[in-house]
């Protein structure tokens, strides 16, 4: 039988993720099949499986850490909010319906089912299951409906660690507070807190962190430091805390915020290599080097919101500019955008114009596929890999026909100038042969071979400096390691400690 530990949060965007993702890797060094799951998660940063099927970006990404393929049955539910108080529900992979909170919570019953199965079927895989929780563990109002923390918790029985964020403030309270408003039956199973992002000294923390476990009764594990890793984010949360990387010296990239904006992590690999300024619809857009529409949940109602606030003339005014538009950006670029009911509206819009392409919503479908293509776009950017592939996933509802030249085999389109892109491919950025040609071009316009040291974060080096793939991983488990106890950790899965742990302390 697998065995399983729960890692659960006293806020969102606390840590859970992080430390699932560190948990998985450091079991899967030690030779153990492992697999994250994440019941039921709440995201617009989402990921497609070899086999179709839709999942939050997070367990992906625990996924590769546990070196597992992702499947369905690691994050059985996934609600994507479309606003008006309603989310998409993906139930093992696949959209079911548009819901509000009442609808949903409605059939909550049928879907405790699909989480028993997506245990069970990880159960006859894996050797351990890292299991994380969903916001704060302790919403007292939601305890007999909260398949994410409380019912997960009660069905495994598992042994449950506590990630508290000290960045936020008010640390001790939450994580008092929490343990304290858990169920009866569920705190005895909280067997550690974790203290995370921290910046400073952890020995400022030390009465209170004694304090703390006596109150609570529970260990404090450990205090992990602020880490800025090569990770992509879970969901649009993650985008207040992001800091500019480099000086006015490197190229600046300016990414629409739009209020649906999902699949930001598209833009992450360039963050090391450029300098990202997400642009909120009623700020100046300026003059950045490059522009990128991302993703969207609604496509319409963001370009509508986009004409409203001004953004929308604001790209149609840009001369020259690189414009690239992904999945709901690339939709926006086109001339129209057709609804038939599938996106709460019924009619025909324009769009920006700026590709001569249509979209049509008239099915309640979506097209969730892995895909390989090769570079047929033409133009200054393209033309550089013309022939080589790119690899992506898509994400999408709505089908679009274009006019303009292809970009990937039979996917996007390219404007005659060559400066505006169009492509349903998430992920685009993960290429590096694209990347590259992109900053290439970016930075041989503004008459640079580089970055100059002081505009990187490593002295020296070009734009081209790329971490090695997966490398971000590596970084995290060692921060855990360093910074947790372990060998509490290791009890807790009925392990012992590694001989090399054992001696280092």
């Known amino acids: 039988m697998a065995r399983f530990i729960v890692v659960l949060g006293t806020t969102s965007h606390s840590g859970k993720s992080t430390l699932v993702a560190a948990l998985c890797r450091l079991l899967s060094d030690r030779g153990y099949r492992v697999a994250p799951f994440k019941s039921q998660n709440m995201s617009l940063n989402s990921w497609v499986t070899k086999s179709g099927a839709e999942i939050g970006i997070a367990q992906a990404v625990q996924a590769r850490a546990a070196r597992a393929e992702p499947t369905e049955f690691m994050n059985p539910i996934l609600l994507k909010p479309k606003g008006d108080r309603t989310s998409q529900v993906i139930v093992l992979g696949k959209p079911l319906a548009d819901k509000s909170a009442e609808e949903y919570y409605r059939d909550i019953e049928g879907l405790k089912e699909v989480v028993d199965r997506s245990v069970r079927e990880l159960e006859n895989e894996y050797d351990f299951i890292v299991v994380e929780g969903a916001g704060g563990a302790a919403e007292i109002n939601l305890f007999d409906r909260d398949i994410a923390n409380i019912y997960v918790a009660r069905l495994l029985q598992a042994p449950i660690i506590l990630v508290g964020d000290i960045e936020r403030g008010g640390v001790f309270a939450s994580l008092y507070g929490t343990v304290q408003l858990l169920p009866p039956d569920v705190r005895p199973l909280v067997r550690g807190l974790v203290i995370n992002k921290f910046r400073g000294d952890p020995a400022i923390l030390g009465t209170g962190l004694r304090s703390l476990e006596e109150l609570t009764g529970v260990p404090v594990l450990g205090v992990l430091p602020y880490l800025d890793l090569d990770i992509p984010s879970e969901d649009s949360v993650s985008l207040g805390d992001k800091k500019a990387r480099f000086s006015s010296e490197a190229v600046e990239i300016a990414v629409i915020r739009l ?247």
């Open 259 to 505: 209020p649906r904006i999902s699949n930001f992590t598209d833009f992450e690999p360039l963050e090391r290599r450029a300098y990202i300024r997400y642009v909120d619809l009623d700020e100046p857009l300026g003059h950045p080097d490059a522009v990128i529409i991302p993703g969207t949940k609604n496509t319409i109602s963001d370009l509508l919101e986009m004409e409203k606030k001004g953004m929308a003339d604001q790209i149609r005014s840009l001369q020259g500019t690189p414009i690239l538009g992904i999945c709901g950006g690339y939709q926006i670029l086109g001339k129209e955008i057709i609804d038939c009911g599938v996106e709460d509206t019924e009619g025909s819009l324009p769009g920006l114009g700026l590709l001569n392409a249509t979209t049509r919503f008239d099915q309640y479908e979506k097209r969730t596929v892995q895909v390989r293509k090769p570079v047929t776009g033409g133009g200054p950017i393209l033309d550089r890999i013309s022939g080589q592939e790119v690899t992506g996933y898509e994400i999408h509802m709505g089908v679009t026909a274009s006019v303009d030249p292809a970009a990937f085999g039979d996917d996007g389109a390219v404007a005659n100038c060559g400066l505006v892109i169009g492509t349903y491919l998430h992920g685009i950025f993960d290429n590096q042969n694209l990347r590259d040609a992109f900053l290439d071009f970016l930075y041989e316009r503004k008459n640079s071979t580089g970055i100059k040291a002081s505009g990187l974060k490593a002295e020296g080096k070009s734009h081209r400096a790329n971490a090695q793939k997966g490398s971000g991983y590596r970084e995290l488990a060692l921060a855990v390691e360093s910074h947790l106890d372990m060998e509490k950790v290791w009890q807790m899965l009925e392990l012992e400690m590694p001989e090399a742990e054992d001696k280092a302390r």
